[in-house]
Every structure is written in structure tokens, then in C-alpha cells.
């Protein structure tokens, strides 16, 4: 698959940046993790909170956070650390400022809006799947 959009991407990482910000191989990533079809859906295992490892066309993987607190949710003070959840909203704003600020370091990262039930329980693998909860009035 040398001729992807992925591996033409790859070919842009230096040892100074993660992106080209005027590349067109960056728009044609952010395009692909925005509009493509997954194909498959699989929980990762590491971290505290959930993530969701999705298949998509021509070689590419995305990472789903799902959304957990609004902007505006503060933390309680004497809350355990680990227990705190992590802000997609935060990470989505980190990508957008690096590149304001010509960093260029920070992996390319959209904001997707997803059915869960089409996008995503019907691409579940056997152990995702086993994870959803189905009403037994449906």
C-alpha cells in the first residue's frame, strides 16, 4: 500500500515535525478520519478510561474518546487522580494550537460525531460486542 494517503502522510514526519501544515497529504488525513467508513470496532485495553480502536479504508486506524464532560465540567478538588476522565475536547484543541503555533508536533486529531449503533455496535468485534447493552424490550 505504498500509494496511500497514509504512507504519503508518513513520508512527511522529519525529525522537526509530525506534519507539514501545507501539505496537502495533512488535508487528505484529516479528511479520512473525519469521513471514513469503519469497518471494524475494537476496545483497547490500555489506559483508565475507554477507547475504541476503528478500522478504516485504505490502511488507516483512528482512535475514539468518547465524549465524557462538556468543556465547562470542573473536577472535584479531592477527587482520586485516576479517577478523573480524560477531555477529547482538550486533545482536538492541542492539535489546532500546535499548528497555530507552527509546533507541528501534535499527531493529526478531529472531532467525529458517531451512531453508536450503526457506526459502531455493527462494526463491534465479538468482544466489543459482548459490552453493549441491549434493552430485551427492543
Known amino acids: ?12 514526519i522529519t525529525n522537526f515535525h509530525v ?16 469521513h471514513g467508513t469503519i469497518s471494524e470496532a475494537n476496545e483497547m485495553s490500555q489506559g483508565t478510561q ?9 490502511g488507516f486506524q483512528g482512535l ?14 479531592d477527587h482520586f487522580y485516576f479517577s478523573d476522565v480524560e477531555r477529547h475536547h482538550a486533545e482536538i484543541a492541542a492539535f489546532h494550537v500546535d499548528k497555530v503555533l507552527g509546533f507541528n508536533r501534535v499527531p493529526p ?18 468482544e466489543l ?10
Do not use: C, M
Open 109 to 126: 486529531l478531529i472531532g467525529r460525531f458517531f451512531n453508536i449503533t450503526s457506526d459502531i455496535r455493527e462494526k463491534a468485534t465479538a
Open 129 to 138: 460486542a459482548k459490552t453493549f447493552f441491549i434493552s430485551p424490550g427492543k
Open 64 to 77: 475514539l474518546k468518547p465524549y465524557r464532560v462538556p468543556r465547562n465540567y470542573q473536577t472535584q478538588p
Open 50 to 58: 475507554i477507547k475504541l480502536l476503528l478500522e478504516l479504508p485504505n
Open 1 to 12: 500500500r505504498l500509494n496511500t494517503t497514509w504512507f504519503q502522510y508518513i513520508k512527511t
Open 19 to 34: 506534519y507539514d501544515p501545507n501539505s496537502s497529504e495533512l488535508k487528505n488525513v484529516l479528511k479520512h478520519l473525519q
